[in-house]
């Protein structure tokens, strides 16, 4: 809901856990600035707009309204379509392409969540390109592919603790380098540094 991810947000900016949060146990003056500081920061949740053509909508009348400078889908295997198509993976395909012709429309970056092929999580491997669950549109139509694995094993000369590590492969990148990156990821926070 608008009000978990308005917590979540809170909490990142003010370093302290989602729990902390959620409890209430926090300093008011320091929530505060936060929602302050947030509001500034013009970030707009849309929790209704399921299908591709709404999406599409809602964006197109915030860019003319507002000004638009980034749209996050939280994921994509989630959205659907009004048009009607023998399979997922066609439908996926649909949403994938249009989602391209709208980041070429509005001149905004879309970063667009996506799920992996089940097989991933049983096998003892990094996930590839193919791997993207559903469609190999989705490796066709974006710019730019990142792969988030969670470390199992050290790297070499790496002496933190990779419990706490994930790997970003960026594995497609059609302006520029491929390569690997290393964040750690405060889960409590949900904050990747």
């Known amino acids: 809901s608008k009000k978990d991810l308005a917590k ?3 909490s990142n900016w003010m370093r302290i856990s989602y729990e902390t949060v959620r409890s209430q146990g926090y300093d ?5 600035q936060a929602k ?6 013009e970030i707009y949740f849309d929790t209704d707009s399921y299908n591709i053509e709404r ?3 809602a964006c197109r009348v915030h860019k003319k309204r507002k000004g638009l400078d980034l749209v996050c889908i939280d994921y994509l295997q989630l959205v659907t379509s009004v048009e009607k198509f023998k399979d997922r993976r066609e439908t996926v395909d649909y949403i994938s392409r249009s989602l391209k012709l709208l980041a070429l429309e509005l001149n905004v970056p879309i970063v667009a969540l996506s799920q992996f092929n089940r097989s991933v999580e049983k096998e003892v491997r ?3 390109l193919s791997d993207l669950r559903e469609s190999g ?16 094993t050290l790297p070499e000369n790496y002496r933190e603790n990779m ?3 994930l790997k970003a492969k960026i594995a ?8 690997v990156i290393f964040f750690k990821f405060e889960s409590d926070r949900m904050r990747f540094i």
């Open 8 to 10: 979540r947000m809170l």
């Open 28 to 32: 008011k003056a320091m929530l505060d």
């Open 36 to 41: 302050f500081e947030l509001n500034q920061a």
């Open 55 to 57: 999406i599409a909508r």
């Open 126 to 128: 990094e996930p590839e």
């Open 137 to 152: 549109a989705i490796e066709q139509d974006a710019s730019i592919v990142i792969l988030l694995h969670r470390m199992k």
């Open 163 to 165: 419990d706490w590590f």
């Open 172 to 179: 497609k990148n059609r302006n520029g380098a491929t390569g």
